[in-house]
């Protein structure tokens, strides 16, 4: 057994990601290694609050918020998904069997366990395979719909320099704070403004064209051009579309995939604020991001899958929060 855990440590070493169900499996992983010598199979199931807790998640001091954290993490299907590649790796370092998370629910007041079961490494021949498609084929493929979860503000953490902005990760746009903000966005659409009179300013020039004239018609459309896209654009879109990604002028480094949100409160005011959609890829458990996508209408926010961000597309509605999957007409070049 303890040759087997390894080998799926190995295997887990060398293929990292930042999906829940990978952390999930480690975790899992480590604990039956540490019990790996223990007579008892028992001594190597897991519940949701042990696993949450090895994993290092703030859930772990609340047993329902654990068991929401490890079941909606979709670890059978990350496992699943990659099969191949993990029977591949046990089938290279000579074992005859392999591991897979396994879940068991006692039933009645006992808790569900996880623990990692053996089963022997089917035929790896090309007629096996023909024979016998693998089951993380049939059930995973057909996987096309997906529930977003939503972090509320407060939780998504700012970046220091917009936190007087964003303050608490949100705020009423009439307020000084939404003040703030729309004086804070004049600044860039008054160099806009600058540099259009200024490349007009040239035109009425009576004296030879300089190296140094020609230097300025040159940086600033290219500065109005970014200061367009990086810092107006996005803020015009807010405003038409309701959401829009947080760049890293907003979110901290350390937030992976925030967005900004424009909603409404009890009292009909309208509010500004930093909040992160995320699901679980339900083909392979990877984490889905929203991004802008790629088709016909780039503006449109979909749930990229961050192991194959252009194969695991889900359409995403913001009220539902809820997605299909959006299969793109495949285009070959050339
Ligand atoms: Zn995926």
């Keep these: 057994m303890r040759a087997l855990v390894d080998c799926l440590n190995d295997w887990l070493a060398g293929h990292r990601e930042d999906a829940g169900a990978y952390s999930l499996l480690i975790a899992l992983t480590q604990e ?45 299907t990350y496992a699943s998904a990659r099969r191949q590649s993990i029977e591949d790796h046990f089938r290279a370092a000579g074992h005859a069997t392999c591991l897979r998370p396994a879940r068991r629910s006692p039933g009645g007041k006992h808790r569900a366990v996880w623990y990692l079961e053996q089963y022997p490494l089917p035929d790896d ?87 140094a004239d020609l230097a300025t018609l040159i940086v600033a459309p290219v500065l109005a051009w970014i200061v367009w896209r990086i810092l107006v654009r996005p803020m015009i879109w807010l405003a038409d579309d309701r959401i829009i990604p947080a760049t890293e002028l907003w979110a ?33 458990a990877g984490t889905v991001e929203l991004r802008y996508s790629q088709g016909p209408n780039t503006r449109r926010l979909v749930g990229c899958c961050a192991e194959a961000p252009h194969d695991h597309v889900f359409s995403f509605d913001r009220i539902s929060r809820a997605g299909r999957r959006v299969y793109a007409e495949p285009r070959c070049n050339g």
Aim: charged share 20%; net charge neutral.
């Design 252 to 284: 901290a480094w350390s937030e992976a995939n925030a967005q900004l949100e424009l909603t409404k409160d009890e009292h009909d005011r309208r509010r500004l604020q930093l909040v992160r959609y995320t699901a679980v890829c339900p083909v392979c």
């Design 32 to 76: 039956t290694l540490k019990r790996v010598d223990s007579p008892s199979a028992a001594q190597r199931e897991f519940d949701a609050q042990d696993l949450a807790s090895a994993a290092g998640r703030p859930e772990a001091d609340d047993f329902d918020a654990s068991k929401r954290w490890v079941v909606g993490r979709g670890l059978e």
């Design 125 to 211: 021949s090309a007629e096996a395979i023909a024979a016998d498609p693998p089951p993380a084929g049939r059930g995973a493929i057909h996987a096309t719909t997906v529930q977003y979860e939503f972090t509320p503000p407060g939780q998504v953490k700012a970046v220091w320099f917009s936190r007087p902005l964003i303050g608490a990760g949100s705020f009423l746009t009439k307020s000084w704070r939404g003040l703030l903000w729309g004086a804070a966005l004049l600044v860039p659409v008054a160099y806009l403004v600058l540099s259009a009179l200024l490349t007009l300013d040239f035109t009425q020039l009576r004296r030879p064209v300089q190296t």
